[in-house]
């Protein structure tokens, strides 16, 4: 695997825009766990939702080393057909009247995709920090952005029933017109069965295939196997499995809750060292440390972290569930440092408060990451 593509992390604006959190996608065969999550660090990333080839999970676990947990969010199938060999197959509802979807068919659209995913569970759902409703609005703006002429290598077909929109197929192509795909399809729950759903993917396969078209493939999660069994019956044949995986780093979005510099002396340490017993050599001794000094304690910045939770924010009453905290650089006696406290799930810290610590050097790098729940009581 060593030749395997490393994951690579883009910008999602859509999502971003959507759940207001910094959201970046990635794809790859490899995970380097260091450098995935040097990836994160560099572009403050909070949600990275990245597929790689199914059967890896081993990988995203090495990922708590950093603090973080990998959030197995669903499996992607594929299904691929060769055009070529393809046999038309006629309609079984000869009454549905199919047609490219313009701008006019938007309203109705976006209304038909609102009731036909309505219920329906992708990745977005495994992830906590998404606010469902908002996971549906997205489908309605995926649906309607591939209306013909939103944007290249795009359609989206109808299917009408007595003038009403009762189906629709959102498909892409590519420009060279050799690979195309069935992206979302959807039929309204009150017309399901009779074979609508089979008839749309028959009538996509015959217009991709008389414009010259070579392979479709479309996809869904694994469960999903009353499509999956259309498909087979369609001609498609299994081909790939993708796993999502999603990483909340919270590393900008939230609400602040403390940002403040700290600096820990000498007098300080010995007195930890003291309460402790933890006399090791490198939080006493220079020349011991092997570092260019004796370095702090690192649970001195934990217990930093617990003052504050008590006695600032969320303040008294809170209790300190669980912390996870993660030094990737020695935090030195005498230097100064910023920490920053932020509430992950925003808002007020009430209730439940998951918060995430960071502790910056005088020069920007992160020395120190930390992820905590707390339990503010009323």
Known sequence: MQDATPITLADSALDSARFGLRVFRGKGERLDDRAFFEALVDKRVDVAIVRTPAGGGKAWQRLSRFGLQAIHADTLVYWSLAL??????????????????????????????????????SHYHAN????????????????TGYIGGDAPGRTTWVARRNGTIVAFACCSFDDAGSDCEGVLYGVHPEHAGGGLYGDLIRYTQAQFKARGFRTM???????????????????????????????????????????RTLVFDDAQVRRFAEATGDANPVHLDDAAARFPSRITHGMLVGGELSRIFGMESPGPGTLFLRADLVFLKPVFPGRSYTLRVRNAAGGAPRGFVPAVATLHDDAGALCMLAYNDLLKRS
Do not use: C
């Open 84 to 121: 070529q060999d393809l046999a038309v197959r006629a309609l079984r509802n000869t009454e549905l009247e199919f047609s490219e979807a313009t701008a006019a068919d938007r309203e109705a659209l976006a209304a038909l995709v609102e009731t036909t995913f309505d219920g329906y569970r």
């Open 128 to 143: 906590p920090l998404f606010d469902e409703a908002r996971i549906l609005a997205g489908y309605m703006e995926w649906a």
């Open 217 to 259: 493939r479309v996809s869904t999660q694994v469960w999903n196997y009353a499509v999956q069994k259309v498909w087979a019956r369609e001609g498609f044949v299994l081909a790939q499995a993708y796993d999502t995986w999603h990483v909340n780093a919270m590393l900008d979005g939230g609400s602040p809750m403390v940002e």
